[in-house]
């Protein structure tokens, strides 16, 4: 051996790390294509899993059996979200009034009780019972419809009358009713007169001519352990003591 002659000493390792360097395009390559292979496989819709179980992995006939049940399925959700909606419709109609601009009775009844429970802190709310008392009258006189256009006029009167907080609705035919903040029974009439004689003091214009409104009213100051029910009582008590006074005058004397 020439010691005297130059040799190029490699660097520990490098060999092996050029064959490292050349394997890792290679390696890259495997990889890009794995991914890209993951990528590119279209999911086949019949691999939904029930239990962890695939369903190609199915018995045929028990994934047939399933596919059925799948189909059957869908009619029955359509089905129940049909039913859901004519639910829904069906307690609005039982809740608004067929064809004036207030509650009707069971939506204004679950406003009262709910008035009723929620009552402390409150300035003594005042249920009033206001009844057309010539309604029948304008029935028997002037046909169905002209009966339905007064009562709308009064409901109209009624809902103009409203503060933000109060509650109205019609409990059946002649009668409405209302909720407001009173304080106490002579602050609740006062408020009632001035709606009495808003009404009387705008007719109802119908096909036969202007039409007088006769109403007479009945008040109750609501309490805390009364039920929608006692409350419609003691207004109903008031407006019967009132009922005569309010009759037209040709009724009156008959």
């Avoid at 609501?222 to 009759?247: C, I, N, Y």
């Amino acid at each position: 051996m020439d010691v005297n002659k130059t040799h190029a000493t490699a660097p520990v390792g490098s060999h092996g790390s050029k064959q490292e360097h050349r394997r890792d395009p290679e390696g890259h390559k495997q990889e890009d294509d794995s991914v890209a292979g993951a990528e590119s496989t279209p999911v086949r819709p019949e691999a939904f899993a029930i239990d962890g179980l695939l369903a190609e992995d199915m018995d045929p006939k028990v994934r047939l059996a399933l596919e059925n049940l799948a189909g059957q399925i869908e009619p029955l959700r359509a089905e129940v979200e049909l039913a859901r909606g004519r639910e829904t419709h069906f307690r609005e109609l039982s809740e608004k009034h067929s064809f004036l601009p207030l509650s009707g009775r069971r939506e204004f009844l679950r406003e009262l009780a709910h008035i009723l429970s929620h009552m402390e802190g409150l300035n003594a709310p005042a249920l009033v019972v206001l009844h057309l008392v010539n309604g029948d009258d304008i029935r028997r006189r002037l046909g169905r419809s002209a009966l339905d256009g007064a009562l709308v006029h009064v409901a109209e009167i009624i809902e103009s009358s409203l503060h933000p907080i109060d509650v109205a609705g019609n409990l059946g035919g002649n009668d409405f009713c209302l909720v407001f903040l009173a304080g106490d029974m002579e602050l609740a009439r006062n408020r009632v007169q001035g709606l009495v004689d808003t009404i009387t003091s705008q007719p109802f214009l119908s096909q036969s001519g202007a039409i007088p409104l006769h109403v007479a009213t009945g008040v109750a100051i609501l309490e805390g352990q009364m039920t929608p029910q006692d409350a419609l009582k003691f207004a109903d008590l008031d407006l019967l003591r009132s009922f005569v006074a309010a009759q037209p005058p040709e009724e009156a004397g008959s």
